[in-house]
């Protein structure tokens, strides 16, 4: 939260991503906020610590076709998984019949965290008196 403006909306898009709505913002400037988020993610000591790494799709379009701008930062994010993680993937092509109204940035962005050895441990239990 401390990456986007007041201005901007992040959401829980589904179970494993978040959505960042960036309001009248330029391509080239949705793409340094997707970079700041991912890079923001990257210096967190504690997450840093558990190679918790962030993938991000980027898409810009008319403020009437939010649904299908998200879909397109969706599909940015999932093409780019082939690509490798850790990193930002933009689909920027607004289509051509966008209208007069201003355009938000979509970032969907993605969390990746690693498989772990570690064993896993029963739940805690408070013992009996």
Same mark, same amino acid.
């Given at each position: 939260m401390? +990456?986007? !403006? $007041? +201005?901007d909306?992040v959401? !829980?898009?589904d179970?494993s991503s978040?959505?960042? *709505?960036?309001? #009248?913002t330029?391509? /080239? /400037?949705?793409c340094a906020?997707?970079? !700041?988020?991912?890079?923001n993610?990257e210096?967190?000591?504690? *997450?840093?610590a @558990?190679h918790v +790494?962030? @993938?991000?799709?980027?898409? $810009?379009?008319a403020g009437?076709?939010l649904a299908?701008t998200i879909?397109?930062? /969706?599909?940015? *994010?999932?093409?780019g #998984?082939t !690509?490798?993680g850790n990193?930002v993937?933009? %689909?920027?092509?607004?289509?051509? %019949?966008?209208d007069a @109204?201003?355009a938000? #940035?979509?970032a969907?962005?993605?969390p990746?965290?690693p498989? $772990? %050895? *570690?064993?896993?441990e #029963?739940p805690? @239990?408070?013992p009996?008196?």
């Open positions: 401390a +990456t986007v !403006r $007041t +201005t909306v959401y !829980r898009h179970a978040f959505c960042v *709505l960036l309001p #009248a330029a391509d /080239d /400037d949705a906020v997707a970079n !700041r988020i991912r890079g993610v210096k967190m000591p504690l *997450l840093a @558990s +790494t962030v @993938s991000v799709g980027v898409a $810009t379009g009437s076709e299908v879909d397109r930062a /969706d599909q940015a *994010l999932a093409s #998984a !690509r490798g990193r993937h933009a %689909d920027v092509s607004q289509p051509a %019949d966008a @109204s201003p938000p #940035a979509v969907a962005a993605h990746s965290v498989p $772990t %050895d *570690l064993p896993v #029963a805690f @239990s408070p009996s008196i």
